[in-house]
C-alpha cells in the first residue's frame, strides 16, 4: 500500500497540467467535469485504505474511524446547515459525501429534513446523535456556534482514542495528536477574523492546547497580528519548531505540515508491528486528497502558490 503513495515526481508531472482535466489524466483519474469531482475517486480509494487497515490492525480501529469521522462531521455540518435555512435539497445534496459501508449519515434521510427539530432526528442512533441533541438545546439559533461545537466534538473524540492507546502505542498516539494540535492552532487563526469570537471564546474551541497552555497564551495567539512582532514569541515553549524572525501564521503551518510529513516517514522505517506505520499511511493518504484539491484549484491562478505549497509540504508528494 506504501508503494502507491504520490512521489516527488508524481508532483512535478501534476505542476505541469494545465487544466483540471489534464491533472486528472496525469493522475490516472477520468476527467472530472468540475474542480471538486477531482478527489472523488482518490477518496473512494481512501476509504477502501481504512477498511483495510481496519481489518489488518483490529486494535487501532477505533482511531481509525476517530479520523473518518472528520471527514463525516462534515456531512452532518452540511445538512445542518441546509435544515438552518430551509435549502432545497438540489442545493446542496451533490456536496454530500458518500461514505459506503462506513456510512451512519444517511442522505436519504436528511433529504427530508425541513428543520433542525427534524435534522435531530436524522442523527438518531448514529454517532453524532448526542452532540446534535446538546448542539440544538443550545445554539438552535446560532448556526455558526452549532459548527463549531460539531468540530470540537469530533476532534475530541480523536483525542480521546489516542489517548485510550497502549504505552507501546506511543509513536501512534503522537502523530495523531500532533493533527489535532494543527487544528487548534488554525482554530485560534481563524476565530476572531472568521467567527467573530472573543479572544477568550477562541481558546476555549481548542481541544489540546485549552489543556496544555494558559489562558493568556491562547488569548495573545488569538489576538497576534503582524504588527504585533514574530509568532514564534506567542507559540507554546515546547513546540519545537524553527520559524522565520518575522514568521507568521503560514510559517507556522508550513513548519507544523513538514513536521508531520517527516514524522510520517520515520515511523515506516519503525516497528512494524505496530500503529504508527498504518496511521502515518493514512494521514499522508489525507494529505493527497487534499493536495488534489488544492492541485486543481490552483489552476490558473498564480496567487494560489503560497497555500498550495503550505498544502503540500505534508504530502509525500513534496519529497
Known sequence: MKSRLRTPEDLRL?????SVATL???AGIETPCEARELTARPFAELLADYQKLMDAYPAGASLFRAFLQLHEIENLKLGWRAAARSLPVNRWAHLWKPFGRHETLRLSRWREAASLRDA??????????EIARDAFRAHEADEAAAELAFDRWAWSSLVAEARRLPR???????LALSRVRERDFDALRRAIPSYGLSA???GAST??????ES???????AEWTPGAGPLARELPRLLSLTLPAAGGWDDLFLALRRQRREDCLRAFRGYPFRLAPPLAYLLLREEEN????????????????????RVLAASAMSG
Open 14 to 18: 501534476f505542476r505541469a497540467a494545465s
Open 290 to 309: 487534499r493536495g488534489y484539491s488544492a492541485l486543481a484549484e490552483s489552476r490558473g491562478k498564480p496567487e494560489t502558490a503560497p497555500s498550495l505549497e
Open 207 to 212: 481541544v489540546l492546547l485549552r489543556e496544555e
Open 168 to 174: 507501546r502505542e506511543g509513536e501512534a498516539k503522537r
Open 200 to 202: 477568550d471564546a477562541a
Open 215 to 221: 489562558p493568556e497564551r491562547l488569548r495573545g495567539l
Open 120 to 129: 435531530v432526528s436524522c442523527a438518531r442512533g448514529t454517532p453524532y446523535e
Open 24 to 26: 486528472a489524466s496525469a
